[in-house]
């Protein structure tokens, strides 16, 4: 049979115990064998009410990393953009996503014999 409370719990955002920080268990995705959160922030910005998607809990986020995220934004600091060319974003996402990638060697090469040449030192 259909359980709905499967279903209300999978579409609606719950709260948690911090400020504008709520949370809501993916249909699509799982973490440790349970559907895995997506967390949003809730802030208030020009006037205007702003729901922000800050990560989901198999990336790393937790409640607490939300609420530090939102209060940067609630003092209006900025997120950390950094003015970054091609060649240093490529190295970030190596550290982070390709470092045990199987292909990792034909994505350093390709990257090294086309990518670098052409785009290495533009700013994205």
Same mark, same amino acid.
């Given at each position: 049979m259909?359980?709905?409370?499967?279903?209300?719990a999978t579409m609606a955002t719950k709260k948690t115990k911090f400020l504008g920080v709520f949370y809501r268990l993916s249909k699509k995705y799982s973490f440790e064998g349970k559907p895995d959160q997506i967390w949003y922030i809730v802030y208030r910005a020009d006037n205007r009410v702003k729901w922000e998607k800050v990560g989901q809990s198999s990336q790393g986020m937790t &409640?607490?990393? &939300? &609420?530090?995220?939102?209060?940067e934004r609630v003092l209006g600091q900025k997120p950390q953009n950094k003015d970054l060319n091609f060649e240093e974003a490529f190295e970030i996402a190596y550290e982070r996503h390709l470092s045990n990638y199987v292909m990792k060697k034909q994505h350093l090469a390709f990257n090294r014999e086309h990518c670098r040449p052409l785009f290495g030192q533009k700013k994205l």
């Open positions: 259909f359980d709905t409370r499967l279903m209300e &409640a607490v990393k &939300a &609420a530090q995220i939102r209060n």
